[in-house]
């Protein structure tokens, strides 16, 4: 086991409140006396950056969400001159504007810090050659783990995204041992290493994959795939990036570093959850100097999970993203999460792990789902031959699962686009009726 920064992962929980309303205070006062919007937001509350005499007092401050970072573009919820911003990211988004976030060269120290820290935490050391095969750019991912990397002394390979034989040849040549990238991208690099016959040739040991949501089940098939323990890795640009939380050796939730984030999981009222239910995860920063949020309603679903953890540290623990608030999928009046699919699929042979969902609603308006999966080579072969038996057995499972009639769709290895970055798992086509 190894720490990066022990001082803060072994803390008690004692100090650590004391800290973390230490920075707490701090951080209310810079964005109430440099941002307008959170001044505003601050008194329509009644609340000013003195009330906060303790942690619990962190629920009289307001909520902020995605569409006061929209309505601030570019530049307006920084807390610092643009002359000490030393670096921006933006996301994409779905719709409208992207949202763009800055850091000061202090907010790059301590990410490379968090990334550090988190890659100490799975095994990660100086002598781990480490592809990183995230898009960099404005994207947060690349640039957040490559300064992590740098800074714990792995060899970094900056390989990006896209050129997926290039990527593998690389791997060989470089031996590499560590493998970032988004799950979907993992699971693409490990086919096309099959098809090329390369498996073998690899010297993998570890693998950390994040930016969207993967299941438990994607976990065992690409520790099989690659030969590697695979670590989830959870983050998003408004809190700074990747880096946020991560699983440890023991595979069982992800640490958040809590001196770094004040974290609540709250109910859709905005009340906090009894321990171990689900609700949405909601995040404070302590201790950044340009880009401050405060209570960021994440829409990321989890559960928080007893503090002890086997590998020693005593920060807050999440589960993995069970879903998002606003992706959860209602369908016929009932909720699914595109991750309960995957975990069905996962399980069933002689079909792929790529999937889409497809919204429509009928002549008679109910919502229809239908789920497309990729048949494997091995569906053409013994007593899977018999297509209509697959397709019956995906029905039923997924409708024992999600308690809804979906229709299934089998369609051949490779019609399903493979993404280098976050995978599209969701075509609704129901406002366009
Ligand atoms: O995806 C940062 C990141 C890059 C994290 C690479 C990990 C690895 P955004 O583009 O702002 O930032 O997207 C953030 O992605 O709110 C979640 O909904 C989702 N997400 C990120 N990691 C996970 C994960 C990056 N491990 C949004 N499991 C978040 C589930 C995840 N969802």
Redesign the pocket.
């Known amino acids: 086991m190894s720490y990066w920064q022990p001082e803060y992962e072994t803390m008690d929980r004692d100090s650590l409140k004391e800290l973390q309303l230490k920075r707490l205070k701090k951080t209310a006062a810079a964005v109430y006396n440099n941002v307008a919007f959170y001044q505003q937001k601050f008194s329509e509350a009644g609340v000013k950056p003195d009330d906060l005499k303790s942690l619990e007092d962190a629920s009289k401050l307001p909520f902020t969400r995605k569409p006061d970072l929209r309505a601030n573009y570019p530049f307006g919820l920084f807390a610092v001159p643009n002359k000490d911003v030393v670096r921006i990211h933006a ?1 994409s988004g779905t719709s409208g504007k992207p949202t763009v976030v800055g850091y000061t060269a202090n907010d790059i120290d301590m990410w490379a810090d968090m990334m550090a820290r988190d890659l100490a935490m799975v095994g990660v050391g100086s002598e781990d050659v480490f592809q990183n095969s ?1 898009n960099y750019g404005l ?3 690349g640039m957040g783990f490559h300064n992590g990397i740098e800074r714990l002394g792995a060899m970094a390979i900056p390989a990006a995204t896209g050129n997926t034989a290039r990527q593998l040849e690389m791997m060989q040549d470089f031996g590499v041992t560590v493998l970032n990238c988004t799950p979907s991208y993992a699971l693409y690099l490990a086919e096309t290493a099959e098809e090329l016959d390369v498996t073998d040739k690899l010297s993998l040991r570890i693998g950390t994959f ?5 299941s438990s089940s994607t976990r065992k098939e690409l520790e099989n795939a690659l030969g590697i323990k695979a670590y ?7 809190l700074i ?2 880096g946020v939380a991560f699983e440890c050796e023991e595979q069982d939730g992800l640490h958040i570093w809590d001196d770094h984030f004040l974290i609540e999981v709250l109910d859709p009222e905005g009340e906090p959850v009894a321990e171990g239910e689900k609700g949405e995860l909601v995040l404070t920063s302590l201790t950044k100097e340009a880009f401050p949020v405060i209570r960021y309603r ?3 679903i989890t559960r928080l999970l007893e503090p002890e953890c086997g590998c020693g540290r005593t920060t807050t623990r999440i589960s ?2 069970l879903g ?1 608030a606003d992706d959860m999928l209602i369908v016929r009046g009932i909720n699914v999460f595109p991750s309960q699919i995957e975990d069905v699929l996962v399980g069933i042979n002689g079909i792929t792990d790529q999937f889409q969902i497809v919204l429509d609603r009928n002549q008679r308006r109910m919502d229809e789902i239908t789920v497309r999966v990729e048949l494997a080579d091995i569906a053409f072969t013994g007593e899977l031959k018999d297509l209509a038996t697959t397709k019956k057995k995906v029905e039923n499972e997924l409708k024992s699962v999600l308690n809804i009639r979906t229709n299934v769709e089998l369609v051949e290895k490779g019609t399903i686009p493979r993404t280098t970055g976050k995978a599209q798992r969701v075509i609704d086509r129901r406002e366009a009726i």
């Open positions: 996301s995230l994207f947060t991912g994040g930016g969207e949501p993967w989830d890795s959870y983050g998003l640009s408004e990036g990747p994440t829409g990321d993995r993203i998002r």
